[in-house]
């Protein structure tokens, strides 16, 4: 795709919500489609549909590469995946086993949204075939029980040589990419044209502010070297990156990641993207950040205060002239009982405003 198809969907007025799952929920039978990828497919059409989008953006699960690795890895029981953490470097015998069971055939959650994105890409042909994975840094996360320490050392300067936790961090990260990689290039043969990689992780709480106005490379060494990689691979691929972090951030992180060059960047609310439009290159589209987190509640903000908001946010970013596409700050995810909120404040994001 070319840059400038986003920078024309940003200058006609795009706005939609990151919202699939919301139109998947409607569905009695939503664990079953899931497992299914041309039905998973239909569904995430209808919702580019009715959130008036030509992005066709898959529902959000950031645990599918992680229970991908530990198939491959073997003799972890589904149920513990979500919890389960290395507690110590993977071996070298468990690291081949992971690279080389990766290489076979994907879980069949991960293999339906493959399919989903080939159903967008061979049944509508107006949508965009967007894939999407969990990042590199965050898949880490997920992998150890306590990051946030060995990733301070590295800050410190340690480095794998110097300190096994450290060497630990330095092993999965790169597990990590393999896995993401295999993700992306199955995705990306179906037919992605754009790539969303979501890295909520990269942010201050698991790197330190305080190290990297010191000077530390600690999150070029943690994160943004690990992205740059498949960054290199989508643009081998001519896929495009939708990069993603709903994640406490300072100036500097907001920097490297416009440093990846995705033609869209999209962050948490809790960045004020007007402010942030000095530091993104306008020929990067800023995406979002009306607080979806809250959606599931009127008591923290009605349609009403969705459309207000997204009216303040439309008038603050036409005052920068940097490109821009209302959306959410992240996935709007269903919640049992609410779904007629979270719906219409779904909405309010197409329409209101």
């Given at each position: 795709?070319?840059?400038?198809?986003?920078?024309?969907?940003?200058?006609?007025?795009?706005?939609?919500?990151?919202?699939?799952?919301?139109?998947?929920?409607?569905?009695?039978?939503?664990?079953?489609?899931?497992?299914?990828?041309?039905?998973?497919?239909?569904?995430?059409?209808?919702?580019?549909?009715?959130?008036?989008?030509?992005?066709?953006?898959?529902?959000?699960?950031?645990?599918?590469?992680?229970?991908?690795?530990?198939?491959?890895?073997?003799?972890?029981?589904?149920?513990?995946?979500?919890?389960?953490?290395?507690?110590?470097?993977?071996?070298?015998?468990?690291?081949?086993?992971?690279?080389?069971?990766i290489q076979g055939p994907l879980d069949p959650r991960l293999q339906a949204n493959v399919d989903a994105v080939r159903h967008i890409a061979q049944h509508h042909p107006d949508l965009v075939p967007v894939g999407m994975s969990?990042?590199?840094?965050?898949?880490?996360?997920?992998?150890?029980?306590?990051?946030?320490?060995?990733?301070?050392?590295?800050?410190?300067?340690?480095?794998?040589?110097?300190?096994?936790?450290?060497?630990?961090?330095?092993?999965?990260?790169?597990?990590?990419?393999?896995?993401?990689?295999?993700?992306?290039?199955?995705?990306?043969?179906?037919?992605?044209?754009?790539?969303?990689?979501?890295?909520?992780?990269?942010?201050?709480?698991?790197?330190?502010?305080?190290?990297?106005?010191?000077?530390?490379?600690?999150?070029?060494?943690?994160?943004?070297?690990?992205?740059?990689?498949?960054?290199?691979?989508?643009?081998?691929?001519?896929?495009?990156?939708?990069?993603?972090?709903?994640?406490?951030?300072?100036?500097?992180?907001?920097?490297?990641?416009?440093?990846?060059?995705?033609?869209?960047?999209?962050?948490?609310?809790?960045?004020?993207?007007?402010?942030?439009?000095?530091?993104?290159?306008?020929d990067i589209v800023l995406y979002g950040n009306l607080p979806s987190k809250k959606f599931y509640s009127d008591d923290l903000i009605t349609v009403a205060g969705v459309e207000t908001m997204s009216r303040e946010f439309l008038?603050?970013?036409?005052?920068?002239?940097?490109?821009?596409?209302?959306?959410?700050?992240?996935?709007?995810?269903?919640?049992?009982?609410?779904?007629?909120?979270?719906?219409?404040?779904?909405?309010?994001?197409?329409?209101?405003?």
């Open positions: 795709m070319n840059r400038d198809y986003y920078l024309k969907l940003a200058q006609a007025g795009l706005r939609f919500p990151v919202g699939a799952d919301l139109v998947l929920q409607e569905h009695p039978d939503h664990e079953e489609i899931l497992r299914d990828g041309a039905r998973l497919g239909a569904v995430v059409a209808e919702a580019a549909r009715r959130f008036k989008t030509p992005l066709a953006c898959p529902v959000m699960d950031l645990m599918l590469e992680k229970a991908l690795m530990l198939h491959a890895l073997g003799g972890i029981a589904e149920a513990d995946i979500p919890t389960w953490h290395f507690h110590a470097c993977p071996t070298a015998a468990e690291i081949a086993r992971i690279r080389q069971g969990i990042g590199p840094f965050s898949l880490m996360t997920k992998l150890l029980a306590e990051p946030i320490t060995p990733v301070y050392l590295a800050g410190a300067g340690l480095t794998g040589e110097d300190e096994p936790e450290v060497k630990t961090v330095e092993t999965v990260l790169e597990l990590a990419v393999a896995v993401i990689s295999r993700s992306f290039q199955a995705q990306a043969a179906a037919g992605a044209k754009l790539f969303f990689v979501a890295e909520p992780a990269a942010n201050k709480v698991y790197i330190s502010p305080n190290q990297m106005a010191e000077g530390s490379d600690v999150f070029e060494r943690m994160a943004l070297k690990y992205m740059r990689r498949l960054k290199a691979q989508m643009d081998a691929a001519g896929v495009d990156l939708l990069f993603h972090c709903c994640g406490e951030l300072v100036d500097e992180m907001v920097r490297g990641f416009a440093s990846l060059r995705p033609a869209i960047l999209s962050l948490g609310s809790s960045r004020q993207l007007w402010e942030d439009a000095a530091l993104v290159p306008k008038a603050k970013m036409k005052a920068t002239g940097h490109p821009y596409i209302l959306g959410t700050e992240c996935d709007v995810l269903s919640v049992k009982g609410c779904e007629r909120q979270l719906l219409a404040k779904a909405m309010a994001v197409v329409e209101g405003g």
